[in-house]
């Protein structure tokens, strides 16, 4: 199985500043004959079913903001929040699609600081 | 409006069955591959099985096989989870969710508790 490992588990952040989200597999989840990475994040507030934010690791849902960005390739990948609002507090999920099973990462708080 | 609605959950001892529904709305159910994840309480997502349009191909995690089974009826826009020989390591808010790559659209999910 490919392990997901996120970093940090949770970081607080001031408004309008930045927050970054690390994800590492433990295997190359780049998809060869398509050159696109099987990476997608989820966005899940408390009491709330997970919300999709990016596929293909860099490509944005119809609907969530540009502020919500990803990036990387191979094995290490990032989430950003370029400027912190309050409704973005959340826990947030990277998850791999290349094979099976699917698996997920730990999850990463963030908060306002 | 695209819904996933799930029903079925509940309290059940370890051993124990229960059938999990899942019912679509708002867009062309037998289009879609569909999929179970699950969330233990105060835990990460895991994922759980899929199943591909027409019910032909079924993928589950290693800790379900030969206990749960995934199916689905097309005619009435649902998908179903059967779970049987349920032990206490299977509570979890189960989500119902469209897609087999990533899911872009998920239900709010059904609890189930296995406890004695």
């Known amino acids: 199985d490919i392990v997901m490992t996120q970093s940090p588990d949770s970081l607080a952040v001031s408004l309008g500043e930045r927050a970054t989200i690390n994800c590492k597999s433990s295997?190359?989840?780049?998809?060869?004959?398509?050159?696109?990475?099987?990476l997608s994040w989820y966005q899940q507030k408390p009491g709330q079913p997970p919300k999709l934010l990016i596929y293909w690791a860099s490509t944005r849902e119809s609907g969530v903001p540009d502020r919500f960005s990803g990036s990387g390739s191979g094995t290490d990948f990032t989430l950003t929040i370029s400027s912190l609002q309050a409704e973005d507090v959340a826990v947030y999920y990277c998850q791999q699609y290349y094979n099976v099973p699917r698996t997920f990462g730990h999850g990463t708080k963030v908060e306002i600081k | 409006e695209m819904q996933l609605v799930e029903s079925g959950g509940g309290l059940v001892q370890p051993g124990g069955s229960l059938r999990l529904s899942c019912a679509a709305s708002?867009?062309?159910?037998?289009?879609?591959?569909m999929s179970w994840v699950r969330q233990a309480p105060g835990k990460g997502l895991e994922w759980v099985a899929s199943?591909?349009?027409?019910?032909?191909?079924?993928y589950y995690v290693d800790s379900v096989k030969g206990r749960f089974t995934i199916s689905r009826d097309n005619a009435k826009n649902s998908q179903f989870l059967q779970m049987n020989s349920l032990r206490d390591g299977d509570t979890a808010v189960y989500h119902c969710?469209?897609?087999?790559?990533?899911?872009?659209?998920w239900g709010r999910g059904t609890l189930v508790t296995v406890s004695s």
């Open positions: 969710a469209r897609g087999w790559m990533y899911c872009g659209l």
């Open positions: 199943i591909n349009p027409d019910g032909s191909e079924k």
């Open positions: 708002g867009f062309n159910f037998n289009a879609f591959w």
């Open positions: 295997q190359s989840i780049l998809y060869s004959s398509t050159n696109k990475n099987c």
